[in-house]
């Protein structure tokens, strides 16, 4: 009972005072912004290994935050060529599967956006 007491006053607490979201949405910014600094030119965004893994994580992190392949802003065009890299054909075994260590992530990652 104290702990759903305690979630009901700090979100009580964070909605009535501005500076909190304010706060909350400029780290949701820079997130976003560091993401996109971080997309290569094949369209890509990671840094070492696991590519189309990471690549499919950030385009479910953009996702998650309203952003979709056909916004027109740089947020859609980021995902537009995020897309195209996990779904070029050498990110495929000969059956058409995304062919990674962890291709499940790619999969969930395809099934919410292109279905």
């Not at 600094?37 to 070492?48: F, L, N, P, V």
Request: charged share 20%; with cysteine; aromatic share 6%.
């Amino acid at each position: 009972m104290r702990l759903l007491a305690s979630i009901i006053l700090a979100l009580f607490w964070v909605s009535n005072h501005s500076f909190a979201e304010s706060k909350v949405d400029k780290s949701i910014e820079k997130a976003v912004s560091f993401l996109l600094k971080q997309q290569k030119a094949d369209g890509g965004i990671y840094e070492h290994n696991y590519k189309t893994t990471m690549t499919s994580l950030a385009i479910m992190s953009l996702a998650s935050l309203g952003h979709m392949p056909d916004d027109d802003t740089k947020e859609g065009k980021a995902i537009r060529r995020a897309l195209d890299f996990v779904l070029q054909d050498k990110h495929q075994d000969p059956s058409g599967k995304l062919a990674n260590p962890t291709t499940g992530v790619c999969m969930v990652m395809a099934s919410s956006l292109l279905c």
